[in-house]
């Protein structure tokens, strides 16, 4: 029995000090299991995509900051001052648009400065930023463009495998763009209803918008703003084209010889508060409210005379 005794603590005096001496190891640098990875802060990605993709918007103005964060695991940070050599590097984005099947464009070199190719992410720390200076303000709002940036070294731990190269998807937002309240009546010869929603204004250019037309599924409307004024109405999605569709400049009241509303009690166009000399087509900066009259037929349309569903808006931005 003793000699069971003896080998049974001796067994586990050995198993005790291999533990020990494991966690001894682990524990200066330990982050889900991994030591001392330098990596970019970047989506998950899969086996299946060949790098990982972040998408960012930022408003479109002369120069705005475009801070790359980058990482060191470990519970302590890093054991001293870790400098890092990063860089852009858009023939990444040639790669994952080869593997991918996409087409963004890569930034052209007269839209971006990065201050600096060295990173340094100082000792106890776990993160440094690699910055990068983007003039979104000369953006083609028609491109979809992509940085590709690299971790080319670092002067401790090992450059991550899977995030040392990330896709970073830039494009920018004009001041219009968001979130808004928006309240109206849309007019219709069976079926007038009240519009009440949140919708969102999207930039299609630096002073233009898309938005989506009443309460319709896949109907939208583009439009420029100069000033106070609307412009350049475009139809978008399933919007009829042509004379089928635009922005009122008079109230149409004849166009339909009934307006079956719900509540049947609401105005027709052109009276009650429905009118264009209030629905302006307009843009209060100070407000941030828009003002809008705009209509459609499904074809056959010769202009605003003939356009039988007619949407008077109020948009109010959150």
């Not at 648009?97 to 052209?108: D, Q």
């Not at 440094?128 to 590709?148: H, N, P, Q, R, V």
């Not at 084209?241 to 009690?265: H, K, R």
Request: charged share 15%; with cysteine.
């Amino acid at each position: 029995m003793k000699k069971y005794l003896k080998t049974g603590l001796m067994s586990s005096i050995l198993l005790l000090s291999f533990l020990s001496s494991c966690t001894k190891e682990d524990s200066v640098f330990t982050d889900g299991g991994s030591a001392g990875i330098v990596e970019l802060e970047l989506p998950a990605r899969t086996t299946s995509t060949v790098y990982a993709v972040k998408s960012l918007s930022f408003t479109a103005q002369e120069e705005v900051d475009f801070p790359v964060s980058i990482n060191y695991t470990g519970v302590n940070g890093t054991p001293s001052d870790v400098k890092i050599a990063v860089e852009v590097n858009n023939s990444a984005v040639t790669t994952y648009n080869a593997a991918s099947n996409t087409s963004y464009t890569p930034l052209p070199n007269e839209l971006y400065t990065a201050t600096s190719n060295e990173v340094t992410i100082p000792r106890g720390t776990k993160t440094g930023i690699f910055l990068i200076k983007l003039k979104t303000g000369s953006f083609d709002f028609t491109k979809s463009y992509a940085l590709g940036i690299t971790i080319r070294s670092t002067s401790s731990g090992t450059v991550s495998g899977n995030y040392g190269t990330g896709i970073y998807r830039v494009t920018a937002k004009n001041n219009y763009e968001g979130s808004y309240r928006v309240t109206g009546w849309f007019f219709h010869p069976t079926a007038g209803r009240a519009i009440n929603a949140v919708k969102t204004l999207s930039t299609t250019g630096k002073e233009s918008v898309s938005a989506p037309l009443g309460d319709l599924s896949g109907y939208a409307i583009e439009f420029s703003i100069n000033g106070s004024k609307l412009e350049a109405y475009k139809p978008l999605g399933s919007t009829p084209t042509g004379l089928n569709s635009g922005f009122f400049t008079a109230d149409q009241p004849g166009v339909s010889p009934t307006w079956i509303n719900n509540p049947v009690s609401a105005d027709a166009p052109g009276k009650g508060p429905w009118v264009v000399s209030t629905y302006n087509n307009s843009y209060d900066e100070t407000a941030k409210t828009f003002y809008l009259a705009y209509g459609y037929v499904a074809s056959g349309g010769s202009g605003q005379s003939s356009w039988s569903r007619q949407i008077y808006e109020k948009w109010v931005k959150q």
